[in-house]
């Protein structure tokens, strides 16, 4: 089942703040995050994994809410280098295959 | 530490032709996912194989597409008698056992 993103595009002023959230149908036993530039492949930003902590480091973090089901990613203070289309992805089981959202696409204006 | 690689970068192929698409892994990793992608979308799971072994191959077309993860040397991607419809990139991905690294991608495009 794939994830649900949303919102599916996003822009934003140099500085802002942004949320980006990921739901699933199905239990989850983790989320990961993933930013893709244009042209590049997919670069791995963090995963959480069921029973975990909130991850994120500065300015990007995500939390899990696992009885919901739900991800979201938050930008703090949004760089221009922050523009790109997020995806998250879950698994199911740990081993199992990732299965991505459609993205979620971050333009920032200076 | 090298990252995955992948090669050809970019691979032109003419209907009926066939496509190989090559996968090196992390060193250390012995997971590898292969996705494809099309403009503007999200990644589709392809195949997720381990050495020697194919793991999972739900996301595989039934015909024409194969894949492998020999003992020795890169994991292979093969595409027989392409179609205008396979044109996309494919990336793979390897796991140590968690999180997933992606190469840079092959772009094929059929003529």
């Known amino acids: 089942q794939q994830p649900v993103q949303s919102p599916q595009a996003v822009i934003l002023r140099e500085g802002e703040d942004a949320v980006i959230n990921c739901s699933s149908s199905?239990?989850?036993?983790?989320v990961h995050w993933y930013r893709q530039k244009h042209g590049e492949a997919p670069v791995f930003l963090m995963i959480?994994?069921?029973?975990?902590e909130q991850k994120g480091h500065e300015k990007i973090s995500a939390s899990f809410n696992e009885k919901k089901q739900q991800s979201s990613l938050y930008l703090t203070a949004s760089q221009l280098s922050y523009s790109g289309t997020y995806f998250c992805g879950t698994e199911r089981n740990r081993d199992d295959k990732i299965i991505f959202g459609k993205g979620t696409r971050l333009h920032i204006l200076p | 530490n090298a990252g995955v690689m992948q090669n050809p970068r970019h691979l032109v192929r003419r209907r009926g032709q066939e496509a190989r698409l090559r996968c090196s892994p992390m060193?250390?990793?012995?997971?590898v996912y292969w996705y494809r992608q099309l403009p503007e979308e999200g990644l589709k799971f392809m195949v997720y194989l381990q050495k020697e072994n194919i793991i999972d191959e739900s996301g595989m077309p039934k015909e024409r597409f194969s894949a492998e993860f020999p003992k020795e040397g890169p994991s292979i991607l093969r595409i027989q008698q392409v179609v205008r419809g396979d044109s996309a990139a494919y990336f793979c991905?390897?796991?140590?056992?968690?999180?997933?690294?992606f190469g840079p991608g092959t772009r094929l495009t059929v003529l």
């Open positions: 959480l994994l069921k029973g975990g």
């Open positions: 991905a390897s796991s140590p056992f968690d999180t997933q690294y």
């Open positions: 199905k239990a989850l036993y983790s």
């Open positions: 060193k250390g990793h012995s997971h």
